[in-house]
Structures are given as C-alpha cells and as structure tokens.
C-alpha cells in the first residue's frame, strides 16, 4: 500500500478531508488528541441560507450547500447512517419593526426565494414566545456533525487508521526528500486540521487564527405543543431562530441512536434541542460559565413559553480567521505540510467544499513529478513567522495563503 497522508485532528474538517482523500484512493492516518474544547461535537450543524441579523444570503451559498448536500448524502450511504437533515428557519420577531423589515424582503429576489409566507405561526410543536410573528426560512438544513464524527472513527478503527494521541510539532520529523516521519512510520504529507488548538502551534502561529468559544444548552422541553404521535420519523423539521437559535438533536451520548436504547432515543427525539450560543473571543477555556448560562436562560426564555429543564451545559471553541474565511493551503516553507482550518461559525457548509478542494490540491501535488514538493512549495513568498497573515481584500478570491498555492480556494 502506498504511504498514507498524516491528518492531524478529527474534528468536522480533518473527517471530511480523511473522506475526499480516500474517495481519491488516497491512504490516510487520522490521529485526533480527543481535545475536550473541540467545536465540532458542540455544533448544531445548521445551514441558514439566510443567516445573521443583516438578513444577507450567506456567500455563495448555492455552490457550498450543493456541495454539502453531496458529501453528505454520499456519507450517509458510505457509514450506513443519516446525518443531513432539511430544516425550516422559523424566525421569530423581537418586534414590529423586525417584522417589517422581514416583510420589506418579500419584495428582494436573492432573499424571497428563501421565505415562504405561507407557514404559519403555530406551525411548529413548541410553545413558542411568538407574539410579534415570524417567518420561514426554507431551504436549509442541518446536519448532526457528532454521529458523523462518531460513525467516521468507527469506520477507520476498524481498518486500523485511527487512533487518539496529541501531536505536537516536534514529534513529527520532515524527512530530506519531502516525506514525514511520525512513530517510525512515513508519510506522504502531513495536514493540520487542530482547530482552535492551532493557534499558537508553531507552525500555522502566523496565520493568526482567533480563538472564539461558544457555549450552549442541551434543552429537554416539558411540553410540547404537539402530541407526540404527530412527529414525522426524523424527528421535527424546524430550527426556531430569535436571539439565540434553537435546534432538535439527539443528545450526544457517543452511541448512534439507532443503536441505543429506544425509550432513550424516543425521549430524545420528541424533546431534546440544542440551545445555543453564548460567545466568548480569545479564550481557550472549555468550562461553562456562570455567565454563559444565564445568557442561554435569557435566550431559551425569550423563545418559549413552556418549561425546560436543562440536560447539557458545554462549551465549543471555534478557529476563526480575521476575515472570517477558512484557511487551507501548505506551509509556505516546510514542503508537504498543509492546514485547514478557519472553518469558524460555518463549518458544516464551507468544509465539503474545502475538503475537496484541498484533496483535489493534495493529489496533484503527490502526483507531481518529485513530489518531495519542495520547489513547488517554497517558490512562494515566506511570511514571516511574527508577521500575522494579512486577509485579502473583501470580495478577492483566492483566499488565504493564495502566495503559496497556485489554487483558488474560494468558489
Ligand atoms: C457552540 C457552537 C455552535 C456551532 N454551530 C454551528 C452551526 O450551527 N453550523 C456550523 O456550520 N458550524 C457551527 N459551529 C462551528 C463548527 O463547529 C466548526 O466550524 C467546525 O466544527 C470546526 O471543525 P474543525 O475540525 O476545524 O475544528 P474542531 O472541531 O475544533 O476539531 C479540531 C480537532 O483537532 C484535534 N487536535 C487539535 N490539536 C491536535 C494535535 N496536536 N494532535 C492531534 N489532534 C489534535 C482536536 O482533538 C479536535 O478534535 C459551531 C461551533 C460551536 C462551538
């Protein structure tokens, strides 16, 4: 067997890259240091077409949700499990102004192919603080990023690809032709896929990744509104948004539902949502805060009228770049050694993406005549290792250390 690609780091972006990899029948060795700050475990995965409170649709939207749909669709048939879900948006309005500046968009046609007038308000099953109205949000979705973490390290266990051990920058050595050396073992190339974690290794300190935790709530609501025989079998359809948003999931317990207990699992699906999110900047510190909760509180009150109990309080801790766009590429001085990471609030749309493009950029680069990789590599400009990465301009693609690679990383 030809010598694998080392992933450094199974969160949302080292999973999906390990797929696109192996689908290009590219070996890999995925090695996760089980950090218990880790984003992706905490996300709720969700696709909005018509996120944030500037009411813009999200960026190329129709490129990176086409993509995502397709990598995880094939997902769901490579692991045997369904991780995509549609989602209606159901916006609730803090007031009437709110609510008129939603209408005013009906008239806007980037944005009222995505609002449906006709849902109503007490269409969804919670008992929802919706006095000033809402509307839907259609054509997006969500998919539950820890059963597809959970199902992706199954499947490599099993073919003895995987396992948990933390790698620090010295312990991987750059051999003289190109190639890496980790546990006496060679590889053709290395990636970085460490998250929030990757901000002060060494090697990517330059890029200037930004540390951002977001904590959340796993909810169980007392009473919803709808009896609960009226649940379609995926579970409901609806992600409520107002200050915070609120989502249905599966409590995260480390087993696929379909494997666990039924009571367990009926229970979850009919109650459980995930609450989120409270935010802090430049922290690494995965505990809950007091703060935190009483934010979610004030969220989760400001949405629902019924009671909930609190079965989850945890905290996520995302990478972010400066101009908030992911960050993939090689090192620009170290041969076959690459990153991708910067993935932010978005991970679940722009990682098939740039998973992709990143697997189509590793398997050139290996095929390439002498791919030690050196010259192609450190032909580019060499930023220097205390000079922070500097973001292109807004708008310009290719983004982010487009000096070193001749690929356009952006659609
Ligand atoms: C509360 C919250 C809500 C979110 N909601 C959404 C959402 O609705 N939609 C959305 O698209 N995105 C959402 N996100 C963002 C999303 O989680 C991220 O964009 C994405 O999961 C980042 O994945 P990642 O693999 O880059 O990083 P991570 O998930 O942080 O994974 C990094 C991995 O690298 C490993 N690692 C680090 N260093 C090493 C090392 N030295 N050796 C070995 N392994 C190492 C860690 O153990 C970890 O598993 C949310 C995030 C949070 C925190």
Redesign the pocket.
Known sequence: MSEPVLI????????LLGHALEARGIPVHI?????L???????????NPLAGRALKPAPEWDTFHTQARHSYRHLERKLERSFLFERTYWTLFRNPEEAAQWRGLLNDPERSCFLDQSVQNNATPLPLQDGCGGMAVVGGSQVH?AKLLDASRSYWTQKGCFET????PEAIQALPDGRWQWAKRSYRAVVC??????HN?PWWAFLGIRPN????LMLKLEEPRMPEAAEPPQGWPWVVRKAG?L?PMHLHTGQAPEDGDVATEQVQRNRVWWL??ANRWDTMDHHPTEAGRAQLHRMAKGMLRGAFGVLEHS?????TMPDRRPVVGPHPRLPNLWC??G?????????PWHAEALAHALQQQIAAPGSGGATAVAEGPIPAQETPYRAPRPGAAPRLLEACLPARFWP
């Open positions: 450094r780091g199974m969160g949302l972006a080292g999973c090695v996760d240091a089980a950090w700050g880790a984003a992706s475990p905490k996300a709720a995965g969700l696709m990023i051990a933390s790698l620090a896929c460490g998250g929030a974690m990757d290794t935790a977001g904590e959340r948003l989502a989120g999110s905290v996520g801790i995302r990478a991708f990471n993935l932010g609030t978005k991970g679940s749309l722009w990682g």
